[in-house]
C-alpha cells in the first residue's frame, strides 16, 4: 500500500483545503448554514492568523486557499473551522449527526499561475453547478474580493504573486 504524503510546513506555499459533507450530503445547502459557516471560517482566520486568499462554500462541500498560519498548524485550524461548524450545525438541528467526511483534501499550491487556475477553478464552480449566473453573484465565494466588488464576511487577503492583473479566462 503507498504511503500517505505528510503535508509540508514552512515553504511559503498555499494550502488548497478541499473537505466534504458527510456521504455527500447538503449540510451546507442552506444559505443560514452557509452564512454560519463563513462566519466560522472569520473567527478561525483571526485566532490562527492566516491569510484566506480565496474560498468558495458550496452545499456539498468548500475550499479554502489559505496561507500557513501564524500559530499553530494548517491542520489544526481546519480541524478546529470544521469542529466549530458542526457543533453549530448540530446545535441548531437538535442532533448528533456527522457533518464532514473523516478526511480532507490539502494541497499545496505555488507559483502564481497555478494560483490562478485554482482560484478560477473554485470561483467557477457555482456557475458550473447553476446556484449562479456569473461567479459574482454567488455570496459564499471570493470571486466578490477578486471583481473589486463589497466583500463579505471572510476578509480576502491576495498574495504577493496575485497582484499582477488577472489572466484572460480561457
Known amino acids: 500500500m503507498p504511503k500517505m504524503k505528510s ?16 456521504r455527500k450530503q447538503p449540510r451546507l445547502g442552506i444559505e443560514k448554514h452557509r452564512d454560519v459557516f463563513v462566519r466560522i ?7 490562527f492568523r492566516f491569510a484566506v486568499v480565496g474560498y468558495v462554500v458550496m ?16 491542520a489544526n485550524s481546519v480541524e478546529m473551522l470544521r469542529q466549530r461548524y458542526r ?5 441548531s438541528a437538535r442532533s448528533d449527526e456527522q457533518v464532514w ?23 467557477q464552480e457555482p456557475v458550473k453547478k447553476s ?27 491576495r498574495a504577493a504573486e496575485l497582484m499582477a492583473p488577472v489572466p484572460p479566462a480561457e
Open 41 to 47: 471560517l472569520e473567527e478561525v482566520r483571526v485566532k
Open 59 to 74: 452545499p456539498t462541500h468548500f475550499h479554502l486557499m489559505m496561507t500557513e498560519p501564524g500559530i499553530d498548524t494548517v
Open 131 to 157: 446556484l449562479a449566473e456569473k461567479p459574482t453573484d454567488w455570496e459564499w465565494s471570493s470571486a466578490r474580493a477578486y471583481a473589486d466588488l463589497p466583500e463579505g464576511v471572510v476578509t480576502v487577503e
Open 101 to 123: 467526511e473523516t478526511r480532507y483534501a490539502d494541497a499545496h499550491v505555488f507559483g502564481a499561475e497555478k494560483t490562478w487556475a485554482r482560484l478560477n477553478f473554485m470561483h
Open 87 to 91: 457543533r453549530r450545525y448540530n446545535n
Open 7 to 22: 503535508p509540508v510546513y514552512g515553504k511559503g506555499h498555499l494550502h488548497l483545503i478541499t473537505s466534504e459533507c458527510h
